[in-house]
C-alpha cells in the first residue's frame, strides 16, 4: 500500500524509512508548476522540431515515451527545483552531504504509450549493496497522476528486498502512484519502480532528479552541458550538486570562490 501524501518533512522521512518512498504536497508554488509545465511540453516541442533524439539512453519503451534533456538550460524555473530547501533537507537526512545531482529529466507518456521495465536505480552499483541507500530520486509531478495515464508505478517496500531480488516477483505488487500535480515524490535508490502505460487521452508529464552520494560520477556531464550563465548563476548549493565546488576545499571549476 503506498503512503498517504503528507506536507510534514519528518512524516516524508519516516515514509522514506518505511515504504522507501514519500508523497510530499506544498513545495511547488502554483507559478512554478504552471512554468515548469509549460517549459517542459516546450522543450518536448522544440526537440521535435529539432529532430532531437527523445530517448538516447533507453530509459524506456516506444515513441510514447518521451524524455527531455538540458533540462538545467531551458529554463530558470528548474534550476529552483532541483535545490529547493525540501530537497537538500531530505538528501542530507537520507544520503548525507555533501550529493551529487547526476542527471535530471522531463519524462512525458503520451496517450497509448507503453510502461517501462521494472528496476531500481542503484543497479550499477557492485553487490553486496551497502546498508544504506546510494541514491534518490525526486519527481516533481507536472501532471496529475492517475491511475491510467502512465503514473508512475512503485512497489512499496521493495528497498528492502535486497540486491538479490528478481523483478519477476515483485511485478504483480506494483501500484500506480495517484497524486495531484504539484506534488514532489521522492523515492530511495533501492525502489523497484518504472513508468506506466498511458491509456488515458492526454499526456503526463513529469521531472525526475536523481541524486547520488558524490562518490559516484555524474550520468550527465555537467561541465560539457551546461550554459555558462547557468554556472554563473549558480547558488552555492547548487554548485555542490553539480560537482563545480568541493565542499569544504572552496574550490569551483571555472570560476573564482566566491
Given amino acids: 500500500m503506498l503512503p498517504p501524501i503528507v506536507e510534514d518533512l519528518p512524516q516524508a522521512l519516516t515514509q522514506i524509512r518505511e515504504h522507501g518512498l514519500?508523497?510530499?504536497?506544498g513545495?511547488?508554488?502554483?507559478?512554478?508548476?504552471?512554468?515548469?509545465?509549460?517549459?517542459?511540453?516546450?522543450?518536448a516541442q522544440e526537440d521535435?522540431?529539432?529532430?532531437?533524439?527523445?530517448?538516447?539512453?533507453?530509459?524506456?519503451?516506444?515513441e510514447g515515451n518521451v524524455r527531455v534533456w538540458n533540462i538545467?538550460?531551458?529554463?530558470?524555473?528548474f534550476r529552483e527545483l532541483v535545490q529547493l530547501p525540501v530537497v537538500v533537507e531530505m538528501l542530507r537526512a537520507v544520503i548525507g552531504w555533501p550529493a551529487l545531482l547526476g542527471n535530471i529529466s522531463a519524462n512525458i507518456a503520451q496517450p497509448g504509450s507503453d510502461g517501462g521495465m521494472l528496476h531500481?536505480?542503484?543497479?550499477?552499483?557492485?553487490?553486496?549493496?551497502?546498508?544504506?541507500?546510494?541514491?534518490?530520486?525526486?519527481a516533481w509531478l507536472l501532471d496529475d497522476y492517475t491511475s491510467d495515464n502512465g503514473a508512475?508505478?512503485?512497489?512499496?517496500?521493495?528497498?528492502?528486498?535486497?540486491?538479490?531480488?528478481?523483478?519477476?516477483?515483485?511485478?504483480?505488487?506494483?501500484?500506480?502512484?495517484?497524486a495531484p500535480a504539484g506534488t514532489l515524490m521522492v523515492f530511495e535508490s533501492r525502489l523497484w519502480h518504472r513508468t506506466g502505460c498511458n491509456r488515458s487521452a492526454k499526456p503526463r508529464a513529469a521531472l525526475f532528479g536523481w541524486y547520488t552520494?558524490?562518490?559516484y560520477r555524474t550520468q550527465e556531464n555537467w561541465f560539457l552541458s551546461l550554459d555558462d550563465d547557468v554556472v554563473e548563476a549558480a547558488s552555492e548549493d547548487l554548485l555542490v550538486l553539480l560537482g563545480y565546488r568541493t565542499q569544504g576545499l572552496g574550490l569551483v571549476y571555472g570560476r573564482s570562490p566566491r
Avoid at 513545495?27 to 516546450?42: G, K, W
Avoid at 521535435?48 to 516506444?62: I, M
Avoid at 531500481?120 to 530520486?137: E, H, R, T, V, Y
Fill in 22 to 25: 514519500a508523497l510530499i504536497a
Fill in 27 to 43: 513545495q511547488m508554488s502554483e507559478e512554478q508548476l504552471h512554468q515548469a509545465r509549460n517549459a517542459t511540453y516546450a522543450a
Fill in 48 to 62: 521535435r522540431q529539432l529532430g532531437r533524439e527523445a530517448d538516447r539512453f533507453g530509459l524506456d519503451y516506444g
Fill in 72 to 77: 538545467l538550460n531551458r529554463a530558470p524555473v
Fill in 120 to 138: 531500481a536505480d542503484q543497479l550499477f552499483i557492485p553487490k553486496p549493496w551497502p546498508s544504506q541507500p546510494q541514491g534518490m530520486n525526486f
Fill in 152 to 178: 508512475t508505478e512503485v512497489v512499496p517496500r521493495s528497498h528492502l528486498a535486497g540486491d538479490d531480488a528478481e523483478p519477476s516477483d515483485l511485478q504483480a505488487y506494483a501500484e500506480p502512484v495517484i
Fill in 213 to 215: 552520494r558524490p562518490i
